[in-house]
């Protein structure tokens, strides 16, 4: 669409949170969130994640660590989710909850790979709610990368073992 | 919390679209979103919002008709969900779906009322893609107010029929 | 897995509702379901399909009528859901709400085709829930049939045609 | 509702599997479930489930464990989920992934408590698909009972306990 002048978007204020836009590590600390973390995506609480009880459903928080595992990975050059990238398959996911979610509340998903072996790895993941930063749940998932076509395994990526250990500090396992 | 400075939050620059966030009539326009609209949500596609056919679910446009009606009711003074306010009851639920969508889109849901009655009223909603404006769906949903603890209809309050009328231009029925 | 005798099923005692089965038109009868309907599936409402006000949430409606279009559609030849079958598509979509319910009851979803045109039809749905009979809501959905890896739509096939016909008395349109 | 007659219901053949209703040891057994499982609940794949790579998404196998607790716990006299009854908290959640499961299929999901504290207790699952048996994910969750409508713990009920203790063989711990 060929615009004659640029767009007007909202503007949003620096008092803003910036949701669904990856929030690096210089902005994590900011937002009080510590080490190791440094990959973060905000969202807030919506109607449809409360349960009967009127907290936030236990489902809901896998739901959170797969929508950051999905630009996560493609950040840390893991997949680009292209026809010739491996398929990422999970072996298990867990969750603690620590502190109950209501309606509205602003979040923080951090998350990183901990360890990786050959054609797998360990992500861990924590939810923060600010102001002051605060753990209401902690994960974990073991992810194994498939041959998209094929039977048996796909190796991770040369730049996603890096990315894993240079930026996360993730360890060889195995 | 006592902070001795102010928190730096993740600054946005003014090209990203302010999610979660009421967009007004202004903004709207400036998104190429055009009248009668003057209230919108933003928030991107996630991954559990697609079903095996790899595009969004009809069932999730409904819930971005829910997520959208609770902030705009708010705003409009039609409840504040205090333990005073009405129960707000869907008498039906509608949705046409036009372009179909898919992972990680941007989407703006922009609602109003349409008409109202002593104790209910009608929505008609949008969804807008971006770049350029395009609807994708449009919805609609009746609303009935009723007592919280009694049996019987609740009158929608004097400020939300006034909001409706003169911000949303919905006309009086029956 | 060759068995030397016949595995033995937890019985079902003939009090029980079939679940997941199509129920055809004398069966649903005998549930005091009235005409038109033909067709209809059992299930129970579970927790994750109440709300924050602990009664099922309006989208959940539409999931069930998902769920009673897939074996229905296949039950009436218009799709065996195999490599050559159309791709369905819903055009719309709508429910009404009558009556509210809560976790754990049982419920028979039954739908017709009520018309039909060369390449879309017209569905309607009801929600029982029984001892007596009763409707707790409606629903209405428009399905388009498209050619599965070009473009334009695909035609109904004749023999879905006649069951929409005979079956369920559905009505040629435009 | 007066009935003149008994209502006549939908009969299944023996052929037909139990879902929505508890399968016990004997009838488990006979599906191919073996020790230490005493308690089961079929249920089948919706389409809702699946995500857009066509099989059953990892979050609905939390949603099938949280199903299959409501009516274990109070077959268990843990409790009646009456006004007196305790706050049932989940501490943790976890699955592990074995067998990829897909649309219409038929599953069992069998748990148990395997520990206990005096105000909590540690579940087990499992998720079984039929002929043969064939276990497709294993679970876990710890499961916290608070005070209602005050701060502090709950104690599990006796009955409880020895129902844990003496049908699923559940240890002490701590």
């Known amino acids: 669409m060929a615009l004659l002048q640029p767009r007007r978007i909202p503007v949003r204020t620096a008092a803003m949170l910036a949701y669904h836009t990856p929030i690096l590590t210089e902005d994590l600390r900011a937002l009080g969130i510590p080490a190791p973390w440094t990959f973060g995506l905000a969202d807030r609480v919506r109607f449809g994640e409360l349960d009967a009880l009127g907290h936030v459903n236990n489902t809901a928080y896998l739901r959170w660590f797969e929508s950051f595992r999905l630009p996560y990975l493609k950040a840390r050059q893991v997949t680009d989710y292209g026809p010739g990238a491996p398929r990422l398959v999970l072996r298990s ?46 994960g974990e998932a073991v992810v194994v990368l498939l041959n998209r076509d094929a039977p048996g395994r796909f190796p991770i990526p040369e730049a996603g073992i890096a990315a894993f250990r240079d930026l996360d500090g993730a360890v060889a396992e195995g």
């Open 93 to 138: 996911a867990a969750a603690e909850y620590k502190v109950e979610m209501g309606m509205d509340l602003d979040y923080v998903v951090v998350g990183r790979a901990r360890a990786y072996r050959r054609t797998s790895f360990t992500m861990e993941f924590a939810v923060y709610t600010l102001d002051p930063a605060q753990v209401t749940a902690t």
